[in-house]
Each structure stands twice: as structure tokens, then as C-alpha cells.
DNA sequence: AAGCGTTACAACCGCCACCGC
DNA sequence: TGCGGTGGCGGTTGTAACGCT
């Protein structure tokens, strides 16, 4: 008889979000929190799939997420990842603050994908795609950081078989040791991912503090909502959003509940 | 200016793992 | 220990925006 549906059928929403049905759920988890997102789109009074708003709420309306286009370094770092992981989009994402698995994905599939295929590497395995023929940019400082990785890396295994590297502690030590990611870390250390605090409560540093001060925040709930609209019509990095901290984040969070 | 092809990305679907009962 | 519910993940699709002819 087929799997049930993951929500009633009847009634539900399908297709883009509107501005309104945003409000609602921005609305909703300001005021509740994220939890049981089955019961959610109830509450909040949406007619959409519990799960539909937690993709919408993780994917586009959570606060601290960067818009736009992925940097170089943030390229690289993907790169450099998926040759460790695969296709795990959410383990890469979880390194690459403020930015999601669907944004990776999508990201792979019409930018890196094409870029790394015309430079003569597959993909998949971060093999040159033909071994009698040369890549066309070798010697570009991306071509060595994925040459580098992925002769080191396939020297035992292929990228999707080191799944069983789950271990976070090996994926750091092999990230410690290579040379490019440390390169691709290092030019963040200088300018800091500013959403790396915001979900890391504990890692709020100077510069949070600092940004934090900047950061005026609205004072009434219906201004937090329309503020959080706004952040998102121009995107979060741009308004310094990201800076805050989770704990910042429920301090939003008691602010709408008041 | 219009039509067509391509690109980018938001959203959906189905599977799987985990958790509580 | 098995089962059902739930959340999370990765693959795929749909469509709006853009560029080219």
C-alpha cells in the first residue's frame, strides 16, 4: 500500500512560500521555539507540511545563515570536504558556518561540479578525469589543493568509502594536515565566519561582542518579525546578524515571548 | 523584441536512523 | 525487543531569472 504520506495531503500547500506564511513561521519559532515540527504548521496556522517548515525555517529563514554566493574559500573548503565525505552535505555544512546542505548541494551541482570537470578532475572520485591527459589549470592553487588531498586521500580509499571516517577527531586530524584546508582556515581566522559563534553559544568571542554592540536590536516582537523579514530580503551577513550567538538568539526569543 | 535554451536555487519526495513507548 | 512516530538527509524536480540568438 505505499508508505503514509509524512503529513495529510488534504489542504496542504505545496510551492513557494509567501511572505505572510514566512511571517507566520518566523513568528511561531520566535515565540516557541524550533520543536516538533509536526506540530508546527498548526499552530503557527499554516497550511504547509511540518516538514515543509522546517526545510523552509533551516534552509532560507533561519537567522544566522549567509546569503549569496559561496567565496573562494568556502569553495575550496567544500571541495577539500567532499573528497573526505562525499555527497554528505550536511557533515560539510556543519564546517561551513551559515551556510546549509541544500545551499552546498545546489552549489556543488551548478558551480564546483562544472568548475572541477573542466579542470580535468572528477567530481566524484577527485581523480583526474583522464590520466593521459593533463588538467588545464594544474597549476592553479585550487588544482594543487585538490591534487594534494586527493593523492593523499586515494592512496587507500575513495572519497565515498571514507564514510567510515565519521569519527570527527580523524576528519580533524586529516584537516589538520592538510596544507590547503589549514591555508583555506587560516584566511577565515582572519575574518572570522561571523554565523561560527551564533549556533555555538560557547564560541561567542571578542568580535561577537563587539558586533553585538553594533547590532541594535528591535525592541518590540512585531519589530523583531519585521526586522527578520528585512534580514532576509537583503541578506543576514549583511545586516551582522550572524553575530549573534545563540544565547543572543534566545534573548530574541524571550524578547517576542514578552 | 521575442523566442528559446541555460542556469540557479527553492522546494519536494522518499528513505533511513533514532528515540520513546 | 519490536513498533510507530519524528526528524534529518540526499536526490530530484520545478520554475523564475537570465543570456543568447
Redesign the pocket.
Known amino acids: 500500500m505505499g508508505?503514509?504520506?509524512?503529513c495529510d495531503k488534504l489542504g496542504v500547500k505545496?510551492?513557494?512560500?509567501t511572505a505572510e506564511e514566512d511571517k507566520k513561521l518566523i513568528n511561531f519559532i520566535l515565540t516557541n521555539g524550533q520543536c516538533?515540527?509536526?506540530a508546527v504548521p498548526k499552530l503557527a496556522g499554516l497550511r504547509r507540511?511540518?516538514?515543509?517548515c522546517?526545510?523552509?525555517w533551516t534552509?532560507?529563514l533561519r537567522p544566522d545563515l549567509k546569503r549569496g554566493?559561496l567565496s573562494e574559500d568556502e569553495q575550496q573548503l567544500v571541495i577539500d570536504l567532499h573528497a573526505r565525505l562525499g555527497?554528505?552535505?550536511?557533515?560539510i555544512a556543519a564546517r561551513l558556518p551559515g551556510r546549509t546542505?541544500?545551499?552546498i548541494?545546489?552549489?556543488w551541482?551548478?558551480?564546483i561540479k562544472k568548475k572541477l570537470v573542466k579542470m580535468g578532475i572528477d567530481p566524484v572520485t577527485h581523480e583526474p578525469l583522464n590520466n593521459e591527459s593533463k588538467p588545464e589549470q594544474s597549476s592553479s592553487p585550487e588544482n594543487e589543493g585538490i591534487t594534494n588531498s586527493s593523492s593523499e586521500d586515494n592512496s587507500s580509499t575513495t572519497p565515498t568509502s571514507n564514510c567510515s571516517t565519521d569519527d570527527d577527531s580523524t576528519l580533524l586530524d586529516s584537516i589538520c594536515n592538510d596544507e590547503t584546508l589549514l591555508k583555506s582556515l587560516s584566511l577565515w581566522l582572519d575574518e572570522p565566519p561571523l554565523a561560527d559563534a551564533s549556533w555555538n553559544g560557547a564560541g561567542a568571542t571578542a568580535a561577537t561582542e563587539t558586533c553585538s554592540k553594533e547590532t541594535s536590536l528591535p525592541s518590540s516582537r512585531e519589530d523583531n518579525i519585521a526586522w527578520l523579514l528585512d534580514c532576509q530580503d537583503f541578506g543576514i551577513h549583511d545586516f551582522g546578524f550572524g553575530c549573534l550567538n545563540h544565547n543572543e538568539l534566545n534573548t530574541m526569543n524571550t524578547l517576542a515571548k514578552e
Open positions: 508508505r503514509q504520506p509524512c505545496k510551492g513557494p512560500w516538533c515540527w509536526r507540511c511540518g516538514k515543509s522546517r526545510l523552509r534552509n532560507y554566493l555527497n554528505r552535505w550536511s557533515k546542505d541544500n545551499e548541494k545546489n552549489h551541482n551548478t558551480h
